[in-house]
C-alpha cells in the first residue's frame, strides 16, 4: 500500500535561516510525489512535484524538494525562510495503482518561521 | 477565475440532520474529489469522480454520498449527521488521468455536528 510520513509535527527556524521539511514514502512501482501548502482557514495549494526526471525540483515561492530514491524520501527545503512562509505543509503520492485518482497525504508538518 | 467554490463556508448540525455540501469548478476539469481534514490525520478522501457520470468510494466513505451533476459540480451529502463527521471538508479538482496534474482545493467548509 502507498503511504506518506512527515516524522515532524512543527518544524521552527528563524527568519533568514534556511528550512527543511522532511518527508518519506512508500509506493509500488515509480513515484508522484508532491508538496502542498496550507494557510490559514484556506484550501491547500500545489507548490512543487516530482513525476520523473531532476531530482532536485523547483516550485513555487522559492521552494525546492530533494527526491532521493535509495532513502524514499522528498524533503522540502527552501534556503532563507520568510515570516510568511509560516502554514501547514503537507506532502502527498499518487496511487497509480489506481489509476492516478486518489492521492495520499501525510499528516502535515506545521512550520512557524520567527522574525 | 473563481476556480473551486464550495458552500457553505460553516455549517452546525444536529445529530441526525441531513445536508448537502456543494462544489463548483470553473477550470474546465474532468476529475472532482471530496476529502475531509482531522487534526493530524491528513486529508482522507471520502469520494472522487474520475469524470462526468461516473463517481467512486475513497478511503472514508461510510456514511456519505455524493452526485456529481454535470462537469462543473460535484455535491456531498450527509444523510444523518454523526458527531464523527465533524471535520473540515475540502472539494478539489484535476485533469482527467493526468498523472502530473495537481488537485486545485476550494477553501473548505467547516462542519460541526452535536
Known amino acids: 500500500a502507498q503511504s506518506v510520513a512527515q516524522p515532524e509535527d512543527q518544524v521552527n527556524v528563524a527568519e533568514g535561516n534556511p528550512l527543511t521539511v522532511k518527508c518519506t514514502y512508500s509506493v509500488s512501482g515509480n513515484p508522484y510525489l508532491f508538496w502542498y501548502v496550507q494557510y490559514p482557514n484556506r484550501g491547500l495549494q500545489f507548490l512543487l512535484k516530482?513525476?520523473?526526471?531532476?531530482?532536485l525540483v523547483k516550485g513555487s515561492y522559492g521552494f525546492e524538494a530533494e527526491f532521493n530514491k535509495s532513502q524514499t524520501s522528498f524533503h522540502l527545503k527552501k534556503p532563507s525562510a520568510l515570516v510568511s512562509d509560516s502554514a501547514l505543509y503537507f506532502c502527498a503520492v499518487r496511487d497509480m495503482s489506481t489509476g492516478g485518482f486518489k492521492t495520499i497525504f501525510g499528516a502535515g508538518t506545521r512550520l512557524f518561521v520567527k522574525a | 477565475n473563481a476556480g473551486v467554490t464550495q458552500t457553505p463556508k460553516f455549517q452546525v448540525l444536529k445529530t441526525g440532520q441531513s445536508m448537502t455540501l456543494q462544489c463548483a469548478q470553473d477550470?474546465?476539469?474532468?476529475?472532482m474529489y471530496w476529502y475531509r481534514q482531522d487534526p493530524g490525520m491528513g486529508l482522507r478522501l471520502i469520494y472522487y469522480s474520475a469524470s462526468e457520470g461516473t463517481t467512486d468510494k475513497g478511503e472514508v466513505p461510510n456514511g456519505y454520498n455524493v452526485s456529481r451533476l454535470n462537469k462543473r459540480e460535484f455535491s456531498l451529502r450527509l444523510e444523518s449527521a454523526a458527531p464523527s463527521q465533524t471535520s473540515v471538508y475540502f472539494c478539489?479538482?484535476?485533469?482527467?488521468?493526468?498523472?502530473?496534474?495537481?488537485?486545485?482545493f476550494g477553501n473548505g467548509t467547516r462542519l460541526t455536528v452535536t
Open positions: 478539489a479538482s484535476s485533469e482527467l488521468g493526468a498523472d502530473n496534474s495537481p488537485l486545485h
Open positions: 516530482y513525476i520523473t526526471g531532476d531530482n
Open positions: 477550470m474546465n476539469h474532468n476529475s
